[in-house]
């Protein structure tokens, strides 16, 4: 069973989530603790970003989706003034750091996306980040891919979680031009049931619900999460 400490809602940058909204709205509820998405904001929207996270009751933010623009003083801003503990970021055949990271490779996971990666490549970082919605995903459309991705997690440390929703209908992603079922917009908790395919095992200490709703709906996910996985 999971701990509601590990499930994170998070303030995620995509282009139906507004970020602005969100944080304001993490200090109407109260929230100290979040995780942070900026996959979908350059250096300058970024600054902004950091420098309305400065003036929030934001306190903790203890898992975060590395860029591949982000410097090493970034990196160094995100643990030393919110506490970041573990970074997830795509592979570098795909998404080539722009700096050196070399120094963080303890604390970065490899997410499993739509491109398989070495094990090479995985044994240079922590180990690695099972996105369960992009998991599903591959179970359902891509077979070849999901037992792929499932050696891997088999031999690895797996050290963060990314939790979306899974749809009952196909949908084609016109940024990666392919059909597929997971969706960073939840419309029903249903669409989290999917969770229930897999083991206690595949589950971390950093849980991150990468959605676009509203932080009132992700912590009604979050209670329906720990209810589901019981």
Not at 46 to 55: F, M, S
Not at 89 to 98: E, I, K
Not at 155 to 176: D, R, T
Not at 201 to 217: C, Q, T
Request: charged content about 30%; proline content about 3%.
């Amino acid at each position: 069973m999971i701990s509601k400490e590990n499930i994170l809602p998070s303030i995620t940058t995509t282009k139906g989530s507004d970020w602005r909204a969100k944080i304001k709205e993490a200090d109407e509820l109260g929230l100290i603790e979040v995780a942070l998405f900026p996959t979908c904001l350059d250096k300058i929207g970024r600054e902004e970003l950091y420098g309305l996270l400065a003036k929030s009751k934001i306190k903790r933010i203890p898992f975060v989706h590395l860029r591949n623009d982000m410097s090493p003083e970034e990196v160094d801003l995100l643990i030393n003034e919110y506490g970041t503990e573990v970074f997830n970021t795509h592979s570098l055949t795909t998404h080539p750091f722009l700096f050196d990271l070399s120094a963080y490779y303890g604390k970065i996971y490899l997410e499993n996306v739509r491109h398989i990666f070495e094990r090479s490549e995985l044994d240079q970082f922590a180990g690695i980040c099972i996105d369960f919605s992009h998991l599903e995903n591959d179970r359902l459309m891509q077979p070849e891919r999901f037992e792929n991705f499932k050696r891997l997690i088999s031999s690895s440390a797996i050290g963060c979680n990314h939790i979306n929703a899974i749809q009952k209908e196909v949908h084609f992603n016109e940024e990666v031009e392919e059909d597929r079922r997971d969706c960073h917009f939840l419309r029903d908790f249903s669409e989290l049931d999917y969770l229930k395919n897999y083991p206690s095992g595949y589950f971390s200490d950093f849980i991150a619900l990468e959605m676009e709703n509203d932080l009132s709906v992700q912590l009604e996910a979050k209670r329906y999460i720990i209810n589901l996985l019981k």
